[in-house]
């Protein structure tokens, strides 16, 4: 993306924005991009810092005042209930020099172990199952590029058609070669890039991902698909592998998924034809309680096919966020320190307290998945006084109305923002921070090449960059190390912290950087970065990829005899994550501005629904209204909501705050709930 200043001079908003040819998306933006520069000047911005009053009502406050409000109740915590009762929640859009310092912030100057993000709603059980196999974690282990040459390429539980529209692109030539995949529930509108030949869309029941998965492998091993050259060489555990597929056979896989026997022997065929191969998981399969091992089970295939790190094939998964691989790198995981080195590590806090300047056990050990930290809200024993920066949890957690309860019970919270969202909202205490084109920095990308953000308007005179908040803060609670509030130093720092990780930046610089260098980390001093993983090795010691048998729980394909439901989630085109940010933009919510319930009509039928009917969906957890959209784009069984939506539309009302035990990613995906009309469509044309 490029933006121009329209007249002499940055002022806020006064740019237009132009796709950029840049690898990714060739001057392609999606909706959402080019509407981006409305939010610059939105009347909604929040441009000083807000307190809450006794009377609920938000008013003007300095920052000296806020700054000290913030040092005496985090002081306040600390004292009464211990440091721990201070807690961080941060996001995957923040910039990697905000992210590292936030992390921190949280451990030296807080002095709390209890920090987390959204990204673990997002990445975390691709990232899980890619450390297990692989030994490190990066989206694509390959530029996004490299796809455009491929013959054949399974698509599993992601959207990009609606999420990532410039990335459409790069399937051109496996839709040409007939041969992209797609495996989802829903007729999705990258389901349909199928049609006419140019592939083959899989639509299993909800849920059922993982036994797709194991009736492929089945195939490629019982009739003779395997890379034995590939899989002696490169990897162990395939002994585990066959026992642990062999009760998948084709025919078992179409009794639970739905998804026919010879279409299942089909796609193992064509995924081991020659031409090139890429298999790629988005949130659709990961967003579960055992998301961790339905994400394995895709690279258990990909590594019996031979594919990652082998030339025109590979594995890889789709970050969500818009820096969702840089934002989990360097510290704001409960269980991470910069350069994606484990907290647990002594090598590792070694290495980082010393570059922070201060004694090893002056780093706080693991804290708690986002989940539990979210869960623990306003409790006697957890987090009494919370900050929250670049996510709105009153919206995109699961069981959003506890989590809700849980802000509402906090001694005291802190939301960093530029809007007021939903969490502003219940914040005592609102800081206006900056927007993406008001800040300078780097995201790191989905296939982790690290790229500069540059200021291009000048921000709101009230606003603050998180950088410089968190500096004055240091200050004011008597922080060991420096907490400096200029990006290029914090950049410069993060380099130094993250040497010898996994996720290594100490070669780059902004000067590299602005001059256009592609830098793929890891990038150690002295090398030319690492545009494609693996190679020659995986990162194990023993340089072995692992293939780790999985398997469904008994339970997990039980059908639902009660009437209900499955309740799947997902984006839309128009909107990102809440909302926040999209539903303030006149275009895209005049296309979609409210909760739509997608249907099958022979279920909605069932029901007495009809199009445009208002209705409610329900569960033990709450009830959510919507209105009707009868579709077959899902199945009977299944329904879907959007996650855009706050109040009475929000779809996390319904979602389950069961965890997977392995990555702590919730029970998003799939849910189960009853609908009923709520009342009769109206009698004029509802537009769908």
């Known amino acids: ?44 911005r929040v441009r000083e810092p807000l307190l809450k009053d006794d009377d609920g009502v938000h008013r003007p406050i300095g920052w000296d005042r806020a700054l000290e409000l913030i040092r005496d109740r985090v002081l306040e915590t600390r004292a009464r209930y211990g440091a721990d009762a201070v807690g961080v929640f941060g996001g995957g859009g923040l910039t990697n020099e905000k992210a590292y310092l936030l992390g ?4 030296l100057a807080l002095r709390t172990s209890r920090i987390d993000y959204n990204g673990r709603f997002c990445m975390s059980s691709a990232a899980a199952a890619g450390n297990r196999a692989f030994g490190l974690d990066r989206g694509l282990p390959f530029p996004l590029a490299d796809l455009d040459s491929a013959r054949t390429i399974l698509m599993l539980g992601s959207n990009t058609a609606d999420t990532m529209p410039p990335f459409v692109q790069h399937l051109q030539g496996a839709r040409d070669a007939g041969g992209l995949i797609v495996v989802d529930p829903r007729r999705s509108a990258t389901a349909e890039l199928t049609s006419e030949g140019r592939g083959r869309h899989l639509q299993p029941a909800p849920k059922t991902d ?83 091992d339905t994400a394995t089970a895709a690279i258990n295939l990909a590594l019996l096919l031979g594919l990652p790190g082998t030339p025109g094939n590979g594995y890889g998964t789709l ?13 704001q995981k409960a269980d991470q320190l910069p350069g994606y080195r ?63 309860a849980g802000l509402r019970s906090l001694d005291f919270l802190v939301v960093c923002d530029f809007f007021r969202s939903e969490t502003a909202a219940e914040a005592d205490l609102i800081l206006p921070v900056l927007q993406w084109a008001e800040e300078e920095g780097t995201m790191t990308n989905l296939e982790g090449r690290i790229l500069r953000r540059r200021a291009a308007v000048a921000p709101p005179p009230g606003a603050r960059s998180e950088l410089w908040i968190m500096a004055r803060l240091a200050e004011l609670l008597e922080a060991p190390s420096s907490f400096p509030e200029d ?73 639902a005899a009660d009437g209900t439901l499955a309740l799947a989630t997902g984006r839309l085109l128009e909107h990102y994550q809440s909302g926040t940010q999209t539903r303030r933009v006149g275009d ?11 249907i099958h009509p022979v279920t909605a039928a069932g029901l007495g629904i009809v199009d445009g009917a208002d209705v409610e969906i329900s569960n033990d957890r709450g009830t959510v209204t919507a209105r009707a959209r009868l579709s077959t784009a899902v199945r009977p069984d299944t329904v879907f909501l959007s996650f855009h939506f706050p109040g009475a539309g929000n779809a996390n009302v319904l979602t389950s705050s069961e965890t997977d035990p392995i ?10 709930v009853s609908v009923r009309v709520r009342r009769p469509a109206q009698t004029e044309a509802v537009a769908v």
């Open 487 to 559: 990006p290029e130093t914090v950049f410069t720092e993060l380099c130094a912290a993250s040497a010898g990780g996994l996720a290594d930046y100490s070669g780059m610089d902004y000067a590299m950087l602005d001059d256009g260098v592609p830098a793929y980390w890891p990038y150690p001093a002295g090398s030319t970065g690492t545009p494609r993983l693996f190679t020659d090795r995986f990162a194990h010691p023993d340089g072995r990829a692992v293939l780790h048998p999985v398997a469904p729980p008994s339970s997990a394909f039980s059908r």
């Open 1 to 44: 993306m490029t933006l121009t200043p329209s007249v002499p001079g940055p002022a806020p908003g006064s740019v237009e924005v132009s796709g950029r040819d840049f690898p990714t998306n060739r001057g392609g933006l999606c909706r959402k991009g080019w509407t981006s520069t409305e939010l610059l000047k939105h009347p909604d």
């Open 342 to 404: 484990k907290i647990t590590d002594p090598a590792a806090r070694a290495h980082v307290a010393g570059v922070w300047g201060v004694p090893e056990e002056a780093i706080p050990g693991p804290g708690l998945p986002a989940v539990e930290l979210l869960a623990s809200l306003g409790r006697p024993d957890g987090v009494r006084c919370l900050f929250v920066h670049g996510a709105n949890v009153a919206v995109s957690a699961p069981n959003a109305s506890t989590v809700l």
């Open 210 to 292: 993982l036994a797709v998965l194991l009736g492929l492998t089945h195939v490629v091993i019982t009739v003779g698909l395997v890379d034995h050259a590939y899989v002696d060489r490169r990897t162990k555990g395939y002994d585990a592998i066959v026992r642990s597929v062999m009760p998948w056979w084709p025919e078992r896989v179409q009794a639970v998924t739905g998804v026919p026997a010879q279409l299942i022997r089909e796609t193992a065929h064509r995924l081991a034809e020659p031409g090139g191969t890429y298999i790629l998981t988005g949130r659709g399969i990961e967003q579960h309680a055992n998301g961790t």
């Open 588 to 598: 895209l919510l005049a296309t979609s501005s409210g909760q739509r319930l997608e």
């Open 319 to 331: 970050t969500g966020q818009g820096n969702g691989q840089g934002g989990r790198e360097h510290g």
């Open 663 to 672: 990555s702590g990613m919730p029970e998003f995906k799939t849910t189960r």
């Open 104 to 107: 921190k912030f949280a451990r």
